[in-house]
């Protein structure tokens, strides 16, 4: 079993690509409280370890060269995000199709026009499949596929 917060780190990247991708090329505000859920800051004013676990994912993907941000609005927020032009590509590639198959994404694949068999065989289709089936697992591999090569390869074989 895979430690709980590198599982919600996992679900936290997915669910930020997916927000900038369907926002790209347009700058948005990127919400802790939109990815993590709502947070209760204690009697101090300090946000919960969920809530800063979810902004530190955010600050990794910049780090990371994922996305590129103004600045950062207190732990609330990332203020005017927007994908890198290498995660934009990353995301926008077609996926392996064994890939595809192992998180279940290309069912009735055949019967579709290649440009719609195409979208669906894109990184950022395998995150937003993987989302909806809530599947902490899907995700994580959805997430290490795209983005760490050595994973996609152990997840094929």
């Known amino acids: 079993m895979a430690d709980i917060h590198v599982e919600e780190f996992y679900k936290d990247v997915a669910v930020a690509l997916v927000q900038l991708y369907a926002a790209f090329p347009r700058r948005i505000n990127l919400f802790v409280e939109d990815i993590a859920g709502p947070d209760d800051p204690d009697e101090f004013g300090l946000h919960s370890k969920r809530h800063m676990a979810c902004f530190g994912a955010l600050l990794w993907l ?9 600045d950062t609005i207190r732990q609330e927020a990332l203020d005017q995000a927007v994908l890198s032009r290498n995660a ?4 926008s590639s077609p996926a392996p199709q064994v890939l595809a198959r ?12 290649p440009s719609v068999q195409h979208d669906l065989s894109t990184y950022i289709s395998l995150l937003r499949g993987a989302l909806k089936s809530g599947s902490s697992s899907q995700i994580s591999l959805a997430v290490q596929s795209a983005f760490f090569t050595d994973a996609e390869q152990s997840a094929i074989h």
């Open 102 to 113: 192992k998180l279940k994404t290309q069912n009735h694949a055949q019967e579709l026009p």
């Open 88 to 91: 934009l590509i990353r995301l």
């Open 62 to 70: 910049e780090e990371e060269g994922l996305l590129r941000y103004v």
